[in-house]
């Protein structure tokens, strides 16, 4: 609907970026690939307006098509677009399906048998503190694991963190045995062991935790402190600085980053750039 002339409406077909275009210096460019034919029609598909040349070229990536008097329309309508040309590929996804939700009391069994030294037969030493667990859980749940109790090894995450990770290839749950920490207090920290264990289920919802929580006051530090290290969180909290750009370089955080990252200012350019190429 037209808000200046609300007796009129408009149709518009958009073009909306796949994940390399978005991020592209070169935004629109197969757009032109993409001819269509767009049509109206009633409940009973009689036709009621029909164009056949409807294409996308750059930079124009929103085609208005045209201008209608409302009072033309019946209540209920059908908008249909078909494409001369389709290009179609398959991308692979690491995602799994979502599992069942574990029981209560199965969780409660598994976690009686985490940290229990008399049972166990691998004993870490983080911060000055001791954990104790199964070799042949944690084998079975981490490749990483199954390599690393062949060779000697040393640890540079703290004990909850550490911990975190533990409950959750004994639960299946992602939260810390200690009820004042959450995933929420150190999903960076989560993120990262995760990462490094090749603990895929873990690493996406620490990666899934990080998106929910970005403000445009802590973006920035993730993004310069944290997500430049691994491409996939780069990308994500990159399109979210983009996409929030306005808000987020009138933060004092953001002013500062500079400063406090002083060797960030590739990173800096190339965030710039994406921000640029968005708004053309």
Request: hydrophobic letters at 40%.
């Amino acid at each position: 609907m037209n808000f200046e002339y609300p007796q009129y409406c408009s149709l518009f077909l958009v073009a909306l970026l796949n994940k390399q275009e978005s991020m592209s210096t070169s935004v629109g460019q197969r757009q032109h690939l993409l001819p269509a034919m767009i049509y109206l029609r009633d409940p009973s598909s009689h036709l009621i307006w029909m164009d056949q040349d409807i294409g996308f070229t750059p930079p124009y990536l929103k085609k208005s098509v045209q201008f209608f008097p409302r009072a033309k329309f019946p209540n209920d309508l059908i908008i249909g677009a078909e494409f001369r040309v389709a290009q179609w590929q398959l991308h692979r996804t690491s995602m799994p399906f979502p599992c069942p939700p574990t029981s209560d009391d199965l969780v409660a069994a598994w976690e009686e048998q985490l940290n229990k030294r008399d049972i166990v037969d691998v004993q870490f030493n983080i911060d000055g503190r001791q954990l104790y667990a199964s070799s042949s859980l944690l084998s079975r749940r981490s490749t990483y694991f199954s390599r690393l109790f062949q060779q000697q090894w040393a640890e540079n995450f703290d004990y909850e963190t550490f911990l975190t990770m533990l409950r959750f290839l004994y639960t299946g749950r992602a939260s810390s045995v200690n009820p004042n920490v959450t995933i929420r207090d150190n999903v960076l920290e989560v993120f990262a062991i995760a990462d490094k264990y090749l603990i895929t289920e873990l690493r996406q919802r620490a990666m899934a935790k990080i998106d929910r929580d970005l403000t445009p006051e802590t973006a920035g530090d993730v993004l310069f402190g944290w997500a430049w290290k691994w491409s996939d969180l780069k990308e994500m909290v990159t399109k979210y600085v983009i996409k929030n750009f306005g808000k987020i370089r009138k933060t004092q955080e953001w002013k500062s980053i500079g400063k406090r990252y002083p060797n960030s200012t590739e990173l800096m350019e190339e965030t710039l750039i994406c921000y640029m190429h968005s708004i053309v």
